[in-house]
């Protein structure tokens, strides 16, 4: 019974040392998934990708064009300016096409905090 | 491009032809057994009636028949040539048998032709140059059977043809000059992709990007029909047109959004360039600006007759994104589920859960041999050789779950103009729940997912309206009372008229508006009035019948009820002789709807309403006064009157109604 205040106070103090290493951000940055396909396309030219990109979803919805287009912002920046060309933002969707070599995709993928994924940018057909 | 071998394949193949024009004719050879050729039906009617109707496909010595827009002018004339060679050499073989030539054709490669048995013969020993013959079919248009089979024609009699709402096409540009698509083009936008080495921008201002008006035009190569079509499935109205059908929202408006880029290399194209291809970006892009447009567009939905690729499972696409925003704010996406037949598998983007996937199925409610379908598709619609609207001003026949995909998107329109409110999820769940349910037959093949039927899906998201009638029984010149609810969208126009049962809309017997008068007052959408019958109204059985906004779309009808003659209104004369000169007294009573305007005349028995011989109205002169449903009054007889037997009769509100008529009396000298 003696060792319940002493266990208390250690449950408390580990509880607080966990609490401070804990990234105090509510986004998860798991690696961006990158399809197989965009790896392949990189490795022999520049390719069309669309990239997914990490939204706050807690934030206030009327000023989600706002958040998607600093989003854009935030990763064209941190983007090797050469190895890019942009075909097109959006205003509505946290999405962006770029044309992408492979150094461009090796930034991308190291980007979890803005990049959620990377996919090709698919060709349709008229069915 | 070059046809690899034509030299080659052409010595060849007239080396090998004048070998087989010297064999004796009708002889079948080892691997054209009878039957092979010519279908079992058309053998049968030549037996019985003599002849047949076919299409003969024709093999070409450069290879299959390839459409012309791939190929260089120069191409395209050889390739007619080799039609026009291989047409003669079948004629030639069928000359002394008995065949008439009924068309010939210029750039495909095909004969129709009426055979008799013999020429059916000499057509099963020609197979090195006879691919297949086809029953020559009749075909009537299909737009016009499938719409009326998935029931928006009995959606339009309601009063909902999708007028107020805007379809998005988002294909190859829609022609709006088209005389189908006249006025309904009113918006437009185009996203199309310059990639270096891949495609070329097909937006007419040469930029990757451009909006407004002539930007969503079809683009000019020969797939760019594909829009135009898909445009008239959607919303086309043949009243413009002069033909006599018209795509499933014939009210609707259309935007169209032009995403497909030119692409100039067989490796990207999957065969012959150049071909038309759309970049998922450019269709993010073409959504984005429907989205856009929300506030200002009552849109109801976005078509996407396009994909690739196969996915077994709800799929996690980049359209999915802008898709979830437009059903957020209750624009449906349809999405065409693909040609590959695949019997557990949808293309892209059709596998993303949040778009409405269609399968396409043929006029007789099978599975298309051609669509892909999976158990998590949304629906099915017809898709099979759907006649709508081409590029030139024509009508064209084309089949795919591309012609599938509008049928659905026209739906939405006619049940976002019944439900503006609705989601996505409620509109869906009334087309899924009052759909046919429709299950793949095909080898490997085993969903069941329900084909649309618009007006049962009007029905089940909005009340029906109704209108009741009170009394069963009523006398000429009395009153009903007249119960109305469910009127979808009310108006001030909403009239209720009186009718014969079975008579047309335009011969109502009187008429008043939702206001209980002849003039307009608020809407309602429930209500009863008091409803005055005519008092010269013939005995008989009646209806009320409820119209929406002044016009003739007919809202609801009543139970009949009957009329009976104005058995209250009774008139008689004393005394039954009078001499000319004199007078006698007329009694009347029981004149149902009394007005100073009643009259009494006198007249020879058997003599039409407006023969009267003298006349009083019931104020006992000619003269207007109070009305009396009951009252009696001196009647002089005219002092020249010929002698002989004569009748009053009483007649309503300075009208021929006649409301009674008196004993006959004696008028003497």
């Not at chain 1, 790896?39 to 706002?66: F, K, Y």
């Not at chain 2, 003659?565 to 004393?574: D, I, K, R, Y």
Request: with cysteine; charged share 15%.
């Amino acid at each position: 019974m003696n060792c319940v205040p002493r266990c208390v106070r250690s449950a408390l103090l580990i509880g607080q040392i966990v609490c401070l290493t804990v990234p105090t951000t509510t986004i998860s940055e798991t690696a961006p998934l990158i399809a197989p396909e965009v790896r392949q396309l990189v490795g022999v030219s520049s390719a069309r990708v669309i990239v997914e990109l990490r939204l706050d979803q807690s934030g206030d919805p009327n000023q989600r064009p706002e958040a998607i287009a600093r989003a854009q912002d935030a990763l064209l920046s941190r983007l090797p300016y050469s190895h890019i060309s942009v075909a097109r933002r959006y205003t509505s969707v946290p999405l962006l096409a770029l044309e992408i070599d492979g150094t461009a995709l090796a930034a991308l993928e190291a980007m979890p905090d803005l990049v959620v994924s990377v996919k090709p940018d698919r060709r349709s057909k008229t069915q | 491009m070059r046809r690899p071998g034509r030299s080659a394949v052409y010595l060849a193949f007239f080396a090998l032809l004048l070998l087989l024009l010297a064999l004796p004719r009708a002889t079948p050879r080892a691997a054209d057994s009878p039957g092979s050729l010519v279908p079992l039906e058309v053998r049968n009617q030549a037996l019985q009636e003599g002849s047949g109707r076919v299409i003969v496909e024709l093999r070409l010595p450069g290879g299959p028949h390839a459409p012309e827009g791939l190929f260089s002018a120069a191409q395209a004339g050889a390739q007619q040539s080799d039609i026009a060679t291989v047409q003669r050499l079948v004629l030639s073989r069928l000359a002394g048998t008995s065949h008439r030539l009924l068309r010939q054709y210029r750039t495909v490669a095909l004969l129709a032709l009426e055979i008799g048995p013999d020429a059916i013969a000499e057509l099963e020993a020609s197979s090195f140059w006879v691919k297949r013959v086809i029953p020559d079919v009749v075909k009537a248009p299909t737009l016009p059977q499938s719409v009326p089979l998935i029931g928006a024609d009995q959606a339009w009699t309601r009063g909902f043809d999708g007028t107020g709402a805007v379809v998005a096409i988002i294909d190859t540009g829609v022609q709006s000059s088209h005389p189908f698509l006249a006025g309904k083009v009113v918006e437009e936008a185009c996203f199309s992709s310059t990639v270096t080495g891949h495609s070329v921008t097909l937006c007419p201002n040469g930029q990757d990007q451009q909006i407004g008006t002539g930007s969503g035009v079809n683009c000019p190569l020969s797939d760019c029909w594909h829009g135009t079509h898909v445009a008239g499935t959607a919303a086309g109205n043949g009243a413009g047109a002069g033909v006599s059908f018209s795509g499933v929202a014939k009210g609707a408006q259309l935007m169209s959004v032009q995403v497909f880029s030119k692409f100039t290399t067989a490796s990207d194209c999957g065969g012959t360039a150049p071909c038309v291809l759309a970049y998922t970006s450019d269709i993010i892009a073409g959504l984005e600006q429907v989205y856009s447009l929300r506030a200002t567009r009552n849109f109801a939905s976005a078509n996407l007759s396009l994909g690739g690729g196969l996915s077994t499972t709800p799929c996690d696409e980049p359209e999915k994104s802008i898709i979830d925003n437009l059903r957020s704010v209750g624009i449906a996406t349809t999405v065409a589920a693909g040609n590959g037949g695949a019997t557990n598998a949808l293309s892209s983007p059709a596998c993303i859960s949040s778009a409405i996937s269609v399968g396409a199925t043929t006029k007789s409610d099978l599975v298309a041999s051609f669509s892909n379908v999976a158990d998590f598709m949304s629906l099915f619609a017809p898709g099979e050789s759907i006649t709508s609207s081409t590029v030139g001003g024509g009508f064209a026949v084309a089949s795919g779950t591309s012609m599938a995909a509008p049928h659905v998107a026209g739906a939405w329109a006619i049940l976002k103009q019944a439900a503006s409110t609705g989601t996505v999820d409620q509109i869906l769940s009334a087309l899924q729940s009052t759909g046919l349910p429709i299950t793949d037959t095909r080898p490997g093949g085993s969903a069941t997912r329900p084909r649309i039927r618009v007006a049962d899906a009007l029905s089940a998201l909005t009340p029906t309206p109704v209108l009741t009638v009170t009394p069963e029984s009523v006398v000429a010149g009395g009153t009903v009372t007249a119960t109305w609810s469910g009127i979808p969208a009310p108006t001030p126009g909403d009239w209720i008229g009186l009718y014969v049962p079975g008579s047309g809309n335009t011969t109502y017997l009187a008429w008043i508006r939702v206001s209980c008068s002849q003039s307009p007052g608020a809407a309602s959408a429930a209500g009863s009035c008091s409803f005055t019958i005519p008092s010269g109204l013939a005995p008989g059985s009646y209806e009320l019948r409820l119209y929406a906004n002044d016009t003739y779309t007919r809202l609801a009808t009543s139970a009949t009820f009957t009329v009976t003659g104005s058995a209250g209104a009774t008139l008689s004369v004393s005394p039954t002789s009078v001499a000319a000169g004199g007078t006698v007294t007329a009694t009347w009573s029981g004149i149902p709807a009394p007005t100073p305007g009643d009259w009494i005349g006198l007249y020879a028995p058997g003599s039409g309403n407006t023969a009267y011989l003298a006349w009083i109205r019931v104020s006992c002169s000619q003269s207007p006064a109070a009305a009396s449903a009951a009252g009696s009054c001196p009647f002089t007889i005219p002092s020249g009157l010929a002698p002989g037997s004569y009748e009053l009769r009483l007649y309503a509100n300075d009208t021929y109604t006649r409301l009674a008529t008196s004993n006959p009396f004696d008028v003497t000298r």
